[in-house]
Every structure is written in C-alpha cells, then in structure tokens.
C-alpha cells in the first residue's frame, strides 16, 4: 500500500493506493542495458577485487621480506586471500552465467511474456496496444 500526498492550495489531499503483483511478476527479474554492458561491468567488477586482493598479497609479502611480520601471518592471510579470490569466481561463475542464461532462454522468455499477457489475450493484441 502507498500513500500519496500532494498540496492543492491550502487543502492537503491523501490517497492511498493498493498495488497487488502476481506470483511470477513479484518474481521475475526486470533487466535494462545491453548484455555487452552488463558484460563490461562484470569484467571491470572483477578486475577491480582481483588487483585489490593481489595489492594486498603484495604489501603483506613486502613486509614479510623487510622483515615486520613473520612467514605464519603472511601464510594464513595469503590462504585467506586465495579462499576470497576462489570464492568470488565461483559466484560470479554462478551469478554472471545464470543472469546470461536468463537474458538468452527461449522458454523463459516465452513464459514471462505469456505470464505478463492477460488470459484470453493474444500477440496481435499486444502490439496493437503499443
């Protein structure tokens, strides 16, 4: 439920308004932009983790090498940094993958325009609405 308020004159005026979404359209995911956006923002997404994580790998080795820390916390950090980096590809394998299978499936395109069409209404109709 949303409340809408709005000024005229000296009066205030409320409405209230219920918005009821279906099962599939509560559901289903909305994209916008290219693939090839999307694409380019994953891969600079993880560019940006990956040289932030070897930044790190490499400050913790320097140190190790002048002597600050011992070879233990450079070991454990370094198979946190490893864990991070493992992680991180295998969701983005996951999450990048399924958003590209999303955007590409016939049948689940097929069925959000058939979900979106009201019963009884055909494909002629719905350009005819446009």
Request: aromatic share 10%; proline share 2%.
């Amino acid at each position: 439920m949303f409340r809408l308020r709005g000024e005229l004159g000296d009066a205030m005026t409320t409405a209230t308004a219920t918005v009821s979404l279906t099962a599939a359209q509560n559901s289903a995911s909305e994209y916008h932009g290219t693939v090839r956006g999307f694409l380019l923002a994953a891969i600079v997404t993880q560019w940006g983790l990956l040289g932030s994580v070897v930044t790190v790998f490499l400050t913790l080795l320097e140190l190790e090498h002048a002597g600050s820390l011992s070879p233990t916390p450079v070991i454990l950090l370094a198979v946190t940094l490893l864990a991070a980096i493992y992680f991180f590809g295998r969701y983005s394998w996951v999450k990048i993958g399924g958003t590209l299978a999303d955007q590409f499936d016939a049948a689940n395109a097929a069925a959000a325009r058939a979900a979106e069409m009201p019963a009884g209404a055909s494909v002629a109709a719905e350009w005819q609405a446009m």
